[in-house]
């Protein structure tokens, strides 16, 4: 998603250095002009979006130390967050449903700890629900819940 993001957020600004390089530009009429920019701003804003919101995680489980931590971080890692716990703190892992913009089911774990604290396994809802059953039943087997 972050390529994805990065390449709309290169067109759109090619787009929007069209005025300033463009010798056609002065003989283009008003809405010719609209549309250029309507379009340049829109892959802008895109991309940033795109860029901006997916975030990455990682999460160690290490049973040795009886530690966990997690990091979250998004594309500009100076912003990433650290979280760390204790693997005895774990009660549950939960599997939880929503949908994408197609309407389509996603899923994401989230593991919760002592205290109502709850972590987020991933930061990005995935498709597949067997494939979210395996990895809860692997992460519940691993803590011993």
Do not use: C
């Amino acid at each position: 998603m972050w390529a994805l993001g990065l390449l709309f957020v290169l067109s759109g600004s090619f787009v929007l250095s069209i005025p300033l390089w463009a010798p056609e530009w002065q003989a283009w009429g008003f809405w010719e002009r609209v549309a250029v920019l309507a379009i340049g701003l829109g892959h802008l804003a895109g991309g940033l979006y795109s860029t901006l919101g997916p975030k990455a995680t990682r999460t160690e489980l290490d049973r040795a130390s009886g530690t966990g931590w997690q990091r979250v971080r998004p594309l500009w890692a100076s912003a990433s967050a650290t979280e760390q716990f204790e693997l005895v703190d774990a009660r549950d892992v939960e599997i939880v449903r929503s949908i994408d913009n197609d309407g389509d089911p996603v899923f994401r774990l989230r593991l919760w700890l002592v205290g109502s604290r709850r972590v987020w396994l991933q930061a990005q809802p995935f498709r597949g629900e067997k494939s979210a059953l395996s990895l809860a039943e692997t992460v519940r087997r691993f803590l011993g819940l």
